[in-house]
């Protein structure tokens, strides 16, 4: 070997170790990321389950079903690698264009996860909503969890039963026992999804939590609200529009927001006796507005009426849900 070739080659292993020492020895191939679906019937806490890994609000719960309506995509990120979580609407049944919508988001998602997340509650009954599912999961090819969530509602010992109910209907990779609501199993299923990704570089930077934009939050806050404080009084038709989100000088946020409803007879549930229902909603959504922007907030609400919202393709663009993101 000629001086002038040891000379190339040395600048090439020195260029290596530099380039190493920037990166860190072999980054991507001991950390593991990917894309992780959480489906499930509506109502089995799947909004609670992300929430409580990611550690931080991103989306909204209610005991009604049907609250997630959207993909919302949020982002762990450890020294083990990155878990981008797709929470989607559950699978049901549905009546109008939102819930075709909401189906197809569920469904479309199974086919961009590397993994996939089956939430089911604590019970041996397997409806037509699960059959449904079992018929999905076993088109794909991507690894799926069984996570039995809830088992704070039940004795240990009759967990077997539940689990025998579910063992020959798809080819899971792993069940789990986990209660989303108190945390118990949580971090067993962070650790075994880890283990089922793939090695390579994170999607994300480590600070990022969610793809929603923030006004997108915002106002699924408030229709968080408006579901909690209505309980059986008004229907799934409500929808809630971020009209303008503006940072005053001083730091405080103004934000209004038009909460849209189908009926005049909601309109007067919605706002009240003397706005008193309306104030309500209002005061429970900004404190948490507050704790997500890192200020104080002024929220102006109103109430509209847009009647058979629902099954209008141009409102429901409109309120964001385009059939072209399916």
């Known amino acids: 070997m000629s001086k002038k070739q040891h000379n190339e080659e040395q600048k090439a292993l020195d260029l290596d170790a530099l380039l190493e020492s920037v990166a860190g020895p072999s980054s991507d191939a001991s950390r593991r990321a990917g894309f992780v679906a959480i489906i499930g019937r509506p109502n089995v806490g799947k909004s609670t389950l992300m929430n409580r890994i990611i550690g931080q609000k991103i989306a909204i719960t209610s005991d009604k079903p049907q609250t997630t309506r959207n993909r919302i995509q949020t982002v762990y990120t450890d020294e083990r690698g990155q878990i981008v979580f797709l929470d989607t609407p559950g699978i049901h049944k549905a009546h109008n264009k939102l819930g075709d919508y909401m189906v197809g988001v569920a469904e479309h998602t199974l086919k961009d996860a590397d993994l996939i997340l089956w939430l089911v509650e604590p019970t041996d009954f397997i409806g037509a909503g699960e059959r449904h599912i079992i018929e999905q999961l076993n088109k794909v ?34 069940v789990i026992p986990v209660s ?98 309306l104030k309500r909603i209002g005061s429970k959504a900004r404190p948490e507005m ?37």
């Not at 809830?150 to 063992?167: G, H, N, S």
């Not at 934009?213 to 806050?221: C, D, S, T």
């Not at 103004?254 to 009926?263: K, S």
Request: proline residues 4%; glycine residues 6%; contains cysteine.
């Open 290 to 326: 507050e704790d997500l922007l890192e200020t104080k907030v002024n929220l102006k609400l109103w109430v509209k009426v847009k009647k058979d919202w629902r099954d209008s393709d141009y409102l429901l663009k409109n309120f964001g849900f385009r059939k072209e993101e399916i």
């Open 180 to 277: 989303a609501l108190k945390g118990t199993g949580c971090d067993t299923l962070v650790q075994l999804i880890f283990d089922n990704l793939p090695y390579g570089p994170a999607f994300y930077d480590e600070d990022t939590l969610t793809d929603q934009p923030m006004k997108q939050i915002v106002a699924e806050l408030i229709r968080e609200k408006v579901l909690r404080l209505l309980k059986d009084e008004i229907p799934h038709g409500v929808a809630v529009g971020i009209e303008s989100m503006k940072e005053r000088d001083n730091g405080i946020m103004d934000i209004e927001a038009t909460i849209y409803c189908e009926r005049d007879s909601h309109k007067g549930i919605i706002i009240g006796k003397g706005g008193e229902m």
């Open 141 to 174: 090819t991507s690894p799926v969890f069984l996570v039995i969530n809830k088992v704070d509602t039940v004795r240990k010992e009759q967990l077997l039963p539940f689990i025998d109910a579910y063992r020959d209907k798809v080819d899971f990779r792993e």
